[in-house]
């Protein structure tokens, strides 16, 4: 498929430069060489989380860092925020790891109220609590600064699952204060899949040691240790850390504000778009986040009952564009169009047109 027709709310559109560099040659991973890829890595990946801390870079998914969070955690129960199929994730991961863990939430059309999470950090003490910024299967967005505050007055750490948020809405990780903060190559960042990245605070890699069962792949106080000489524990992904240097300094060229003001610009648009396919075809579609609350990165649309959501994306597809069905309980009753990486408001129209169209299609028959 030509570059810009691929609007799946990840993996993304990767540019041809960057998938080009992961074509260069194997080397010692080990060695003086490697060192200086991975520090040129480094400066660019510390400017897109905000941070002066290491950037920990993991050869799985993201999922494999939401496990270390959740063993590196200092020892106590985790408070797991739900409000959708992602931070559900998190909680399992919480549950499978062994550790004592409380779910509130479960509301999937809005985030967990700060008043909820004070309820339960004043019943019981807790170790963490983990968050998705940016919650993939509905497009919601939670304000982490807040939360963050009202965890620490509580001693609670907490753990951020900023997959579809960072590189394409704010994340401030020093300013916020976050403990950790993890994203996965395939979004907002847009390289290939297969990459985590995630910072630690001082503090909570101060008190990871004291974690029982971290295991060893994803033990980020060895993370720690061997990201100062500019390395990683284990044997790296050494063809994506190619990318990964490329696309950083496309990102610094472009700078991170102006990349979170694009997506903005993105996000508005598809809004927008949602309003006016109501008038143009005579049917209640939606944008499902609320207002106040919407990712910038993705878009989830509702479907009126005379329409099935599976089948206005086979419709898109025809017209040459892709873009991502509903996750989850919203699988028949929601599509969803992941407007970021590096797609332009040129790329966002074109698919926004074909998705009308596929629609007015279905409608006819």
């Known amino acids: ?209 004291e974690a029982i069962g971290r295991g060893l792949y994803y033990d980020l106080v060895e993370f720690e240790q061997y990201i100062h000489k500019n390395q990683t524990p284990n044997t790296p992904a050494l063809s994506l850390l190619y990318a990964t240097a490329v696309q950083g300094e496309h990102i610094a060229r472009e700078t991170i504000e102006r990349r979170w003001e694009r997506h903005t610009q993105m996000a508005e648009h598809t809004y927008s778009w949602v309003h006016e396919l109501r008038q143009r075809v005579g049917e209640p579609f939606g944008v499902y986040a609320p207002d106040e609350h919407r990712s910038h990165t993705v878009t989830a649309v509702t479907v009126p009952p005379a329409l099935n959501a599976d089948a206005i994306v086979k419709a898109v597809a025809k017209r040459g564009f892709v873009i991502g069905g509903g996750y989850g309980k919203l699988k028949s009753t929601t599509f969803r169009i992941g407007h970021m990486g590096d797609h332009t408001m040129e790329g966002l129209e074109a698919v926004l047109e074909a998705t009308a169209e596929g629609i007015e299609e279905l409608l006819a028959v």
Not at 21 to 36: C, I, K, N, S, T
Request: proline content about 6%; some cysteine; glycine content about 8%.
């Open 1 to 209: 498929m030509a570059f810009g027709t691929f609007f799946l709310p990840g993996p993304t559109e990767v540019r041809r430069d960057v998938l080009e560099a992961m074509l260069q040659p194997m080397l010692p991973h080990r060695g003086a060489v490697f060192e200086q890829l991975f520090a040129r890595v480094q400066s660019g990946l510390k400017p897109i989380f905000r941070t002066q801390r290491p950037v920990y870079v993991s050869s799985s998914s993201a999922t494999g860092l939401m496990e270390a969070a959740i063993r590196c955690a200092r020892p106590g129960a985790i408070l797991c925020l739900v409000n959708g199929a992602f931070s559900e994730r998190f909680a399992n991961i919480a549950h499978s790891c062994g550790r004592e863990s409380t779910v509130i939430g479960g509301d999937w059309t809005r985030p967990v109220s700060l008043d909820a999470v004070e309820s339960a950090l004043k019943a019981k003490s807790y170790a963490a609590l983990t968050v998705v910024h940016s919650e993939t299967s509905t497009g919601t967005l939670t304000s982490l600064p807040e939360l963050t505050q009202l965890a620490h007055r509580y001693d609670c750490a907490v753990l951020v699952d900023s997959v579809t948020g960072l590189a394409g809405v704010p994340v401030e990780t020093d300013a916020w204060d976050l403990d950790f903060v993890l994203t996965g190559s395939q979004k907002a960042l847009a390289l290939p899949p297969g990459l985590a990245f995630g910072v630690a605070s001082e503090r909570f890699i101060a008190t990871a040691g």
